[in-house]
């Protein structure tokens, strides 16, 4: 055989060897592509969770707190709200003032409502930068973006958050208990009914009966979620026609919404995964015991605070529990949670009703360096000696 036709055939059982090689590789590459799992979303590693730090509040809370940036305001039973930063736990500022209705954050403030007046204090100081007068004790308070609303005798009051200007004053009746503010309006319930005021100039859009005690509400985009009795109404924010409803074996008590779905806790220890969009049941989760506050939804998890454990932390997409925590004391409120969820800080807050206010901080967003240890052996692999080439004849 000559040289030429020698490397021919060695250049052609070569091309075989290379070409099997592939074929038998490609499956194998891509069952392994196929079995990678996503990474886990942020909120699904909430829990388990260590205590970062613990603050004993000099009293008592009088309602539950709310979380403005990275400071935590908590109001007292002994007239006096206190301002704590929400990474070290250290005291911020402190300001006499006694109210029963959780402050609310808005863009730019924070909103209380006294028995006499509507404040909004700054985040940094809590100094008063501007109040209105009500005309007898608050009911309820909220607010959304740069807008307030208040309930206060017979009437609803909207204010502008950043100057405290009044946009409108309706009637919503002496009856009326709880409010929440959307995009489109504010929605009053009382009793018996629930009622939508427009948020451009206050004008009652509709008013519907409901056929029992409301619960706390919810929006879900252009959609008011109300629970109220056994049911739970799905309510279009238009003309207040229903959407969708479902009936509960025990009465609804709170809501918790995403983009795409709704996750009620109800009175027969149970949380759902609803559709938003027609209400149809994706899971349901067994609860250990009742639900304390409206579930905190999130992107990939939801988190449930209840009598034993303290808290418990479900998938949303399938709702497996991931993990609970267990609290040292009875919690006043839903715990706060600080978004974006960030590697190594405090992930949740948890206010007592004791008075202490706890931080945690997520264990598997901890990320630990892995100790050092000595090197035994080079990186890499020996590779022998090489062949000689063939040597034609």
């Not at 970062?52 to 809370?61: D, E, I, Q, V, Y």
């Not at 300001?95 to 204090?121: C, F, G, H, M, N």
């Not at 607010?143 to 309706?170: E, H, P």
Request: hydrophobic fraction near 45%; charge should be positive.
């Amino acid at each position: 055989m000559t040289s030429s036709a020698r490397g021919a055939a060695l250049a052609w059982i070569l091309g075989i060897a290379v070409c099997a090689l592939v074929v038998y590789q490609h499956p194998l590459a891509a069952q392994s592509r196929r079995k990678q799992d996503p990474p886990p979303k942020t909120a699904t590693l909430l829990l388990p969770a260590e205590v970062a730090w613990t603050a004993n509040l000099p009293g008592g809370p009088s309602a539950p707190g709310v979380l403005a940036g990275n400071t935590v305001v908590v109001p007292l039973v002994s007239g006096e709200l206190h301002a704590l930063n929400r990474d070290s736990g250290e005291t911020e500022w402190v300001q006499e003032l006694k109210t029963q209705l959780a402050p609310v954050a808005t863009d730019s403030y924070i909103v209380v409502a006294t028995d006499t007046q509507v404040e909004a204090r700054t985040i940094d100081r809590g100094d008063v930068v501007w109040s209105y007068a009500l005309d007898a004790p608050p009911r309820a308070l909220g607010g959304r973006g740069n807008r307030v609303a208040v309930l206060s005798g017979d009437s609803l009051v909207a204010l502008d958050a950043t100057t405290g200007m009044v946009l409108w004053r309706q009637n919503a009746g002496q009856d009326a208990t709880a409010l929440t503010v959307g995009t489109t309006g504010v929605a009053v319930v009382d009793p018996g009914r629930v009622a939508l005021f427009s948020a451009v100039d206050g004008q009652r859009v509709w008013e519907r009966k409901l056929p029992g005690p409301p619960g706390p509400l919810a929006w879900s985009g252009d959609t008011l979620i109300v629970p109220a009795g056994s049911t739970l109404w799905a309510l279009n924010a238009r003309n207040g026609k229903e959407d969708w409803k479902w009936v509960f074996g025990g009465a609804p008590t709170g809501v918790g919404v995403t983009a795409d779905d709704a996750y009620v806790t109800a009175l027969d220890n149970l949380l759902r995964g609803l559709r938003r969009g027609n209400g149809h049941q994706r899971w349901h989760a067994s609860l250990s015991s009742r639900a304390l506050s409206p579930p905190v939804a999130m992107d990939g998890a939801v988190l449930v605070s209840d009598y034993t454990p303290a808290l418990s932390l479900f998938d949303t997409k399938t709702g497996k529990q991931i993990a609970s925590y267990a609290a040292p004391g009875r919690l006043l409120g839903p715990p706060l949670v600080p978004l974006p969820i960030r590697p190594g800080a405090v992930s949740t807050l948890l206010l007592l009703l004791d008075g202490r206010l706890l931080a945690l901080r997520s264990t598997g967003l901890r990320f630990p360096e892995l100790p050092l240890v000595p090197l035994t052996a080079l990186p890499g692999r020996s590779l022998g000696r090489e062949r000689q080439p063939l040597t034609p004849h």
